[in-house]
């Protein structure tokens, strides 16, 4: 298993502004991911993250809003931008193992006004 | 376009009974299917994984089950606790998808 840390762990942010969002892991790992939880709903995949490439984008994430970072093999930004009350999410991220099992940070709480 | 989907979306029991959660799913290409839990507020804590090729993982007081030619897992939790209280969350990887999840609350 992997272990993952997230900062900041909540913030509360004005519009406009945007929030870098860090996960770091204790081990090397190849597939990165990062998931919008909001309020009292699952988790939605934003986008997958691999070292060395850009990052791949579901459906309804753009890389304007959501740009993403990952310069080594256990380390990730996500940067949430031009903030909005809608934005108001907790934001984990999380990373495969070898059976494609996934473990999970803490998550983000981002608070919105 | 898979869909995942977790029935009922809240149960309230008392202490002590055994209960069942469970997931279905549209498409049974799947590598694997994992149980989660998920306190209020915090992230997600791996249950068990059953990959594709399995029928049930066991830890513990809880058994997964996955029938992929129906498309339905189940979490069976025995001797329910108050501590079991909790959202289960089921997910599917080939394409990560999370179910809606099942609001468990333990009465003591």
């Known amino acids: 298993s992997a272990v993952i840390s997230q900062k900041p762990s909540r913030d509360i942010c004005q519009r406009g502004t945007s929030l870098t969002i860090q996960c770091q892991v204790d081990?090397?790992?190849?597939?990165m991911f990062w998931y919008r939880q909001q309020p009292g709903q699952s988790l939605t995949l934003i986008a997958t993250?691999?070292?060395?490439?850009?990052?791949?984008?579901e459906s309804g994430f753009v890389i304007d809003k959501f740009p993403i970072s990952r310069p080594n093999l256990t380390f990730s930004t996500l940067t949430v931008s031009n903030m909005s009350p809608e934005d108001s999410s907790i934001y984990l991220c999380?990373?495969?193992?070898?059976?494609?099992?996934?473990?999970f940070g803490p998550g983000t709480r981002l608070t919105v006004t | 376009k898979q869909e995942v989907t977790q029935i009922p979306a809240a149960l309230s029991v008392p202490e002590g009974e055994n209960l069942v959660l469970n997931c279905s799913f549209t498409d049974s290409a799947i590598y694997n299917l994992q149980w989660f839990r998920q306190d209020p507020g915090k992230g997600l804590t791996s249950l068990l994984l059953i990959q594709s090729s399995q029928r049930e993982q066991t830890s513990g007081r809880l058994n997964a089950s996955l029938d992929k030619s129906s498309g339905r897992s189940t979490l069976y939790i025995a001797a329910s606790q108050p501590g079991d209280s909790a959202t289960y969350l089921c997910?599917?990887?080939?394409?990560?998808?999370f179910g809606s999840g099942t609001r468990l609350s333990i009465r003591p």
């Open positions: 999380s990373v495969a193992g070898t059976l494609y099992e996934q473990y």
């Open positions: 997910a599917l990887t080939s394409k990560i998808i």
């Open positions: 081990s090397q790992v190849t597939m």
């Open positions: 993250a691999n070292q060395g490439s850009e990052a791949t984008y």
